[in-house]
Structures are given as structure tokens and as C-alpha cells.
């Protein structure tokens, strides 16, 4: 027991108690604070952080039990408070006696000043005093008589200088000097004054750094004298760990930093053997998995050994101090003061804390429970260059089979308690890189719409990811990677980390390029051995030596000996197992024979493909060969075979177990071997074959793919390509597809869309797109490009793009489709005479441009389409329209809207007399039959049919059917157009309203609708700053939503602009004008009507700056081109005309203003009337003009239909 006082108040006897209790409570002390509570602040104030939350003010009542803290420290200290009137001279006593034998190491006595009986009572519970006064002259005399007076008796008394000013000069020397004439010692222990500490509550060892100058070291050689020199405060640790631990080593570093311990990390074969001084720590993760020699090293050490999992510990370190972590994330927290000698700090709570190996906030691994051995010193090589200062990206390359893929995920695993998000992508192809990084868009819940591989790469550039990692498996180049990938910019605080697998060796700067090898000798042994139980080590030696010591091949091996030894074994000792129906053998002379007959059967094979091939065969090839005909002459027979062929042109991305158990596939595998007609068969046929580790088929989980290694799948194609049979294997596995595949409807059901995203995982590697493919499997190709487009977001639109221009090499209309026996394929009844697959193909394309703004495109290939369709089918079948529909479109695209009307108008009148009025796609046909009415100024037509077209909609699907509400928004855009500005603000302002009660997603038409809305606000002179706010926010998420180059968005960006200009904002809106611009040139070229309509916007703010001769270029080229374009009738050559007078105006040529003016006077009457707003504007500034005033006129608002 050691008791704090001093002679006067508020020197700092309490928080130095405090800080001591800290200190021993860090080096494994049990400390037990008896606080009398005489003279606030006391150890309650200063502990206060520490108390349990759910103490309450009730912990601070006298006479309670001792109340644990909250602390992350190898000891701990409790808390227990007193009055003065109750610890009396035989209550101290009593409490001595109890502490004999109690669970506390040192008790803290808080003594009081001046408080009557004070020295008896220390005297009768204290071993030690710690007698705290300042540094000033009267002090320092009254602590002198103090120890005078105590000399010779009980307690032993310490003397201890508090709030010392160390800048004081020469009255600190004077108080030093007469303190050591005093008798205090000739080395007095001195606290010194730290303003920080001394007007607050707070503790210097909770926040100061260990051996820090201050207040801590002083507090810490305090500690080290009152224990007579036991306890040395822990400076720094230093630990040794296995490899394969790498991740937890420095998970204890992070921790080290927190306590303020530093830490160096020692890999196992750099330890050496000297002994630690004085303040250093030497700790050894997982001793077992460390090697002899290093143990050695560990016991010379004396290092703590930490046990990370329940693994033994080796008989060579017995005796040596152990801490065991644990397994939850509390007793893993609680453990790290023990092994770090660290603390004291404040606990945390556990679910706040991720610990090595933990699950990321979001994370895709591919499932693989498989062993993995060795590799040590290669993720130690990746680790470092995966760390602060190095490039980020590193490179495993190495032929097939050398475990890239394996080392990849183990480091994912391992370290994936270190990242937020951990990804893995198979980068084969850009398609299926793509397809991962539309999957993280999803989990990351990033906009739908536009491009979500921009809108991934671009959230991880921002920094809002604070810690990533991408895996790209098998990657083909560089720039498929970089493309995909893009690094946190500098300054965003983000880290992202790039590990790329592949076969190629030429992976340039940022990227290390790390070389994987063969397994060395003992990993491959050791995998070997985890394959076969009970396998000598000889006999293992030289079944890895035969197969080159590469991962797959030893696991392949493995299987062929494993399943010989379960089909051959139950004629000798065997045990059977009943978890999973494997035996368990006894050691013994079986495993060496088995072994030797695998090796001798191994060579047999290599030497006779060598002599048939007139090469060295793969190891690979020789592997494969073997198993499967093991696999033929056992149960799963010939349709064995045939299953693990089919597997060879399916995706290494894994087969849905439904697909190798559908109807198509059973029939097919019944065609080899009738007795597996039977999907519970099938089932029996992937477990054998997965037996033979030709496949990993995970049965007892349902939604888990069927995979196939890379390099087995190359053999087995070999295999099929020496043996004639490549072609047509894949012919048959093609049409087994084909015939899986459900017909594509836009409404079709979940489990119908789900197939179909399972079948495009397998188009790019089973060689459907081939010349003379059979017309079911061309049909089926068909059918999986309408469903990439039906997806919604532009990378399945380009992936889309990429198959079907593919697809028309392949499909000449002169090459015809055959039959699977390779005979050309004749019509069948009520079929058309040629197959129309090529131009159905065109039409597919067509829709692609459409999709991404390309009008040449869609009209391109719409036009070549259509006379093969009418041919085939007349003019009335559904393939003709829908090529009528997208042509129309494409046409409106490229600015020719006349053209797009009379297409239109054709598809409208052939869809009402094939499917009738209430048919959904008659339905869309009005829809867009109205828009291109409106693109040729036909405003009062184009109201009428999409007023019927809402009608029609609302009176099946109900007021809030968002496509009635979104052709809505079309009409309102016709109100405007027509001068009708209030109802179209009525009818926007009832569409936002209902469009916000939907639950489904109806992003496009909410934002249609609030655009439409700011359109017709500013129109209705109601336009304020804080409206423009509201603007700007829509056009924000338009940007989000659908990307800067959507139409929608485009359409937002020239209302933006407009709200500048009636802001008198002019600057801004004439450089967002300009932009604008160039966007649409760029996206539509330079002729489109919507690209003059933007000139001649932006001549309108150049005009209000005073640039008037760019502003009259800009008009002037406008103006003519519409001319050209639309001619002299249509609304937008007359608005625009008459802005360009205003330009005319503006530079003081009025007669040609007057001219301009008066023409598009003369054509707006004609168009619209005399009491159209438009006109009434232009007569306005017509009568300005001829009175030459060039003030108050105003632009007429010129908008782009969205």
C-alpha cells in the first residue's frame, strides 16, 4: 500500500496518483485507488472517462464496492471511494488485512491534507509515502520537517517535487539547493509543471506518447523508483512472426501506434539472437509455425510467445511466458496491453474494431477451401509492394497451374481486414472486367444509369473508398486494367491497391511484376500430403517431382492417388469416414504403391503423346489425360467424359448447377449414357469428376458454381482438337445452350432474366459466334444481345456492340446456318425461305447506336435491315416495325425529322392494325409518333395523340402509371411550345407530385419532370436565385444519374444556361453555352438542329457581353442551317431568327434587324397566331427595333426537347 499526500491543497497529489496507478495497471499490476474524496478534483474527477457507462452519478457515493475501469491495459485498476470520517486509523488497518491475499497488487491511498490523524492512519495501512509538495522555499522546509520527524519510523517515505517550473530560473535553483541541504536527496524526484494538464482533468499518460520528455517520463521514473526498479515501461517491441502471419504482426503495430509503443516487424529468417535492453520487447507470433533454428533464437530472446489459434505449442519452448489471443474480437482487445506491454488507454468497444483476416464493409472473393501451403516469402514480396510509398500495383505472373490465382487470394484474405472494400474481377476479357465493376457500382449503390464502370472507377479515385483492393485474375494486358482502374487522386486520402494475375511478363510502370514459380520442395510435399493422408514423404517427393512441383499439378496427382486409394482400399485397412463418404487409411505400404504406379503411369502417358505428337507433352495434358479415362472406366462412364468436355467451353467464372441440370443437358448427357437422364445423377456424375479435381462442384450449397480450372479446360480442348472432335463438341455444347435459353420478352420472369444472365456468362468462351452456326444457336445469340440491351446501363450496351459486330463478321448473309451434322439448313414450314438472322442482327446494332447516340449508326443499319424483313415477313410483321420504330429514331437523331415523322407515323398505323389501340407497344408507338410531331412544330397533333396515349394508359394501369406520367411530361414540353405555360405547370407540378409516391425507380421520369418544371418557371417570369438553386441541383443529379452526355442531361445543361441569362449571370451562362456546344458537336455533329440551337443560345449571352461579332457568327451559321434543315416554317427557325435580330440590333444595323424581325413576325402568326407569347415577344421588340431603342428587349427562349 502506498499513500499520495501533501501538506497543502492543489499541488498535484491526485492526478499523480492517477498517472502512477496508470503506469502499474500497463505493466500487469492489479491497482486498487482508495480516493477519500476531501479535496476536488480527486481520482473520481480524473478517472471519470474510465468509469463504466452505466455507473451514473451513484458510482460517486461513499461506501461502495470497488468499481472496475474501463481500461485496455495487461492489468487493471479499480476504484474505491471513502470519506475521511469512515477510514479511520482501524479501518485502514482492516483494509490492510484484507488486501493480504486479495486480488490487487498495489493499493493507492489518496491521503488527505491537514486532516486530523492523517499520520497515524498512514503509518497504520501504507508501506510507502509519497509525500508531494512544490518547489518553493516554505515547501520545501515543511517536507523537511515532515521526514524529520518521520525518521526511523513506518512508512518508508518518499520525497517528490510537484508542478515543477523548469523555466523558473534562478528560484528553482535556490529551492534545488535548499531542498538538498534539507536533507530530500541529492537525486529528488521532480514532476515538473505542464500547463495543459494543470487547468484540466485530463491524464498526461492517456495522452502523452511512452518516454516521451514531461510530464509521462516523469511519472514513468517515479513508477520505476517506488517499485524499486521492477517495472520499466515498455519502449519498444519488436516482432517476429511466420510468414503467413504477416497480416496480424502488423495488426499489433497499428496497436503499438495507438499506445504509443513503436514496433518493428521482423521477418523470421532476419531475426538474430541478441538479447533486448532494457525497455525493448521481443514477442514471437504462432511459435509452432515458426522453424527450429528461429525458436532457438525466440528461447535466447526470452521472447513472449502469443498463440494466435489453439495450435499446441512446440516442446522446445515450454516454460516461456504465452499469451493465448482468443477467438472473439474482446478477448483478442483485451490481450493487446499483455503482449505489447502497452496502455493504459481507454477500452474500445470490440464490434468497432476489425481484426486481421475480418470481413471488409464489402467484400467478392471466389469461394475456395482448399489448403494452401508455402508461398511465404512471395506475399511477404507482394505485402511490401502493397504498402505505404510503394507503387500499389503488382504484377503475379507465371505459366498456368503455378498458383497465381491461389497467391492472389490468399493475400486477399489475409489482408483483407486492412481494406473497406475487396474485389475480385476475372479480367480475361474486358467484358468480364467490366461485368465485376458493374457489380461493385450495385454493392456501392452508385447511380444505375450512365456508365456505372465511370461512375466506379471514378468513386474510387475520389477518396471517398478510404482503403480498396482490386484483384484482376488472369488479366490479358495492361490497358485493359488501366482502363478499368484508376488510383486515388492525390489529396483525397483514399488508398488503392491493384494485384493483377496473368501469364504475361511485359507489365509495365506503376505496375511490380512479381515472378510465381514452382512450389519448393517441402510446400509441395506438404500439399501433396494434405491431399493423401498418409503418404510417405519419399513417395510424395517423387510424385511432386514428376509433376514439376506445380500447385495444380500436385493437386490433380493428389486426386488420381486419392481416388485409387478409396476405389481400391476397401479390400484392405480402411476406415470410412461418414462426413463426407472419404476414407481414412492407415499408413503403410498401399500409399507407396499407389504412389509408384501413378509415376510409372504418368511416364507410359508422357512418352506416348510424345511419340503420337511428335512433342514434350504438357504436364497438364499427360494429368488430364489420365483422369479422365479413370473417370470413363469408373461410374460416371462415357457421360463423364462428355460433362467434363462441355465444362471445357463454359465459363472459368463457374456453371450454374441449374444449367448442367436442365432439360436441354439431360437430354443431351441421356443421348451419351441413358442411365443419367436424372438430375440427382447428374449431381453423382459432378461429384466423381470433382473427385478427380477436374471440377470443384460445391453440391451442398445450391447457389455455388460449378468451376473449371483455366489450364484444365486448355487440356481438355487439346485433348478434343488431337482427337478431330473440338468443333463439333462445341457445336453440340452450343446448342444445348441455345435450347436452355428462354425467348426474350421485356416482361419476362425473374427466373427466365436470371438464365439469361447465366448464359451470357458463357457466350464469349463456347464459340457460338461462329461462321455456319446453326440458326437455333444464332436465334440464341440474338435473344442474349436484346437482353444485354435491356440491362439499362451503357457498359452492357457496349458489350452488346462488341458481340454483335463480332456476330455480323461471322454471319455473312452468304454463309448459311447448318444443322449440327454440319448440312446446310433448309426452311421449315411457315418459316421465311432464308433466315433472317443477319438483319435481325442489324436491328440489334441499330438499337446500339440508338442507346448510345449514334444516329448514322442506327439509320445505317436500320435501313439495311428492313428490305430483308419486308421480303421475309411483309410489312406487318413485328421485326419490320420494330426496325420502322428504331429507324425513326435514328432518323430524329441526325436531324432529319421529317423523315422520323413519316416513320413514325408508318410504325403507329402498322402496330394499331396488328396488336390494336390498348397494346402496350402501340402504346409506345404514340408516344413516340407525338414526339417526332413536336420535332416538326406539329404541336396541337402531338397533344392530341399523347393525350390519348395517357388515357389510354391511365384507364389500365391507374393515375400514377409512370409511363403515363412520363408522356406527360412530353405534353407539357408541347404546352409550352404552344403558349400554354400554366398548364403546363399544372400538369408538371401533379407529375412530380405522383412520381414522388412510386415506389418502383422512375429516376428518368422524375427528373423529366422537374426539368420540364424549371423550363416553364423561368417561361412564367418566376425564376429567383433560389429556384436556381433548385435547378442546379437537378442538373446535378442528371449528371449522376445518366452521365454528362445523355440527352436528358444535355437538355438540363441549355436550361442552365438560360436560367444564367435571365440572372443576368451572363459570364456564366456564356461559358456554360460554349460548353454545351461543343458537347452537342461533339455527341451530334455539327449540322444537328439542336446544335444550332445551342449557337444561336450562345450568340443570345454573347450579345448581353458586348462580344458582338462572335455573338452574329454564332446566329448567322444558326439561322441558316435551320433554314436548311427544318425551313422557314418551323418554330425553331423563327425563334432563332428573330434572336438574331436582336443581335443585328444590338450592333446598330437596324434595317436588317428590322427585315429579320419582321420575316419571323410574319412566320410566327402564320405558325401560332397572334396571341402566342413567342409572337407577342417578337412584335414587342419589332416595335423597339423600329424606333432604333436597343434597351428592354428580351430573347426568346429557345429549349431543347428532352
Known sequence: MIAFYGARTGVGKSTTLCNVALILAAAGRRVLIVDLGTEPPGPFSYLRELLPDDLGEAGEEPGRRPVPLRLDASGGVALLRRTPETFTVEEAARLRAELTGSPYDVVLLDAPANAPGVREMVSAAADQLVLCFPMSPQAVEEAARWIESARGATPQILPLAVRVDLGAGLPLAEARHMAQASGLGDDLLEIPYCAAYSVSEELAVLHDRPGAEGLRGAYEQLVTTITGGTVFPVRRVSIVYPSRRRHWAEWFAEQGTRHGIGVTLVREEDLGGTPPPQGHRWVALQPAELGEATRRRVRSLRALLVRLDGERLPDDLAGHEVVALGESPQEVLAAVPSVLGAGPAVRRKSEDERLPGSRPGLERLPRDDSEFRGRGTLLEDIRDLLSPGASGHVALVGPGGAGKTKTALEYARLFRGAYDVVWWLDAGHQDTIRAGLVDLAEHLLLSAQGDPVDAVRAHLASGKVSRWLLVCDDARSAEQVAAAVKPPAPGSGGVGHVLVTGRGYD????????????????????????????????????????????????????????????EQGSGRTRQTDLTDGDGVWQRGQYEQEVAERFVTEFGEESRRQGRRYGEQPDVYDVLVELAVQKLKEGVAGRAGEWLVEACAFLSPQGIGPGLLRSTSMLARIAEVDQRLSAPTLIDAVLRETDRYALIRAELGLPAEPVRMHRVVQESVRTRLSRAGLLDRRRLEITSVLAASAPRY???????????????????????????????????WVLTQLRFLLSVGHVSAVHRARRLAEEARSAWSPTVPATHQDGMAQDAGAGQPARSTAHEELLVILARVHLRLSEGDGVVVNAERALPGLTRAYGTLHPLVLEATTILAAGLRLTGDFSGAYDQAA???????????????????????????????????????????????????????????????????????????????????????????????????????????????????????????????????????????????????????????????????????????????????????????????????YLTALGEFGDAESHSTRAMDGLLARLGDLHPFYLAVTANHAGVLAARGRWDEAIERERTALSGLVTVHGHGHPTTRLVKANLSRTESHQVTGREAVDIEIPS
Not at 420472369?749 to 436470371?754: F, H, I, L
Open 507 to 566: 507489365w509495365p510502370e506503376p505496375f511490380r511484376q512479381l515472378t510465381v514459380r514452382e512450389m519448393d520442395r517441402d510446400g509441395a510435399i506438404g500439399l501433396l500430403r494434405d491431399l493423401v493422408k498418409g503418404i510417405r514423404e519419399p513417395d510424395a517427393e517423387k510424385v511432386v517431382a514428376t509433376v514439376e512441383k506445380q500447385p495444380l499439378a500436385v493437386r490433380l496427382a493428389g486426386a488420381l492417388i486419392r481416388r485409387e486409394l478409396l
Open 745 to 779: 420478352m421485356e416482361d419476362m420472369a425473374t427466373g427466365d432474366r436470371d438464365l439469361l444472365a447465366e448464359l451470357d456468362r458463357h457466350l464469349p468462351t463456347c464459340g457460338a459466334i461462329t461462321p455456319g452456326a446453326p440458326a437455333e444457336v444464332r436465334q
Open 906 to 1100: 408508318r410504325t403507329l398505323q402498322g402496330l394499331r392494325e396488328l396488336f390494336g389501340a390498348n397494346h402496350p407497344e402501340v402504346g409506345r408507338a404514340m408516344n413516340n409518333f407525338a414526339r417526332a410531331a413536336g420535332h416538326i412544330g406539329q404541336f396541337e397533333e402531338a397533344v392530341r395523340v399523347a393525350t390519348d396515349r395517357v388515357r389510354r394508359r391511365k384507364s389500365l394501369f391507374g393515375e400514377n402509371d409512370r409511363f403515363a406520367l412520363h408522356t406527360a411530361c412530353n405534353i407539357a414540353y408541347f404546352y409550352r411550345e404552344l403558349g400554354r405555360l400554366e398548364d403546363a405547370r399544372n400538369l408538371l407540378r401533379q407529375a412530380v407530385r405522383r412520381l414522388s409516391w412510386l415506389d418502383s425507380p422512375a429516376e428518368l421520369e422524375r427528373l423529366t419532370a422537374r426539368l420540364g418544371l424549371a423550363v416553364t418557371e423561368r417561361r412564367l417570369g418566376r425564376l429567383t436565385t433560389g429556384l436556381l438553386q433548385g435547378n442546379d441541383q437537378t442538373l446535378a443529379e442528371l449528371h449522376a444519374e445518366f452521365g454528362p452526355s445523355h440527352p436528358l442531361t444535355m437538355a438540363g445543361e441549355v436550361s442552365a444556361n438560360a436560367d444564367r441569362h435571365v440572372l443576368r449571370m451572363w459570364p456564366e451562362a456564356a461559358a456554360g453555352a460554349a460548353r454545351t456546344l461543343r458537347r452537342f458537336r461533339g455527341l451530334m455533329g455539327d449540322d444537328h438542329p439542336f446544335t444550332h440551337i445551342c449557337r444561336a443560345n450562345l450568340a443570345v
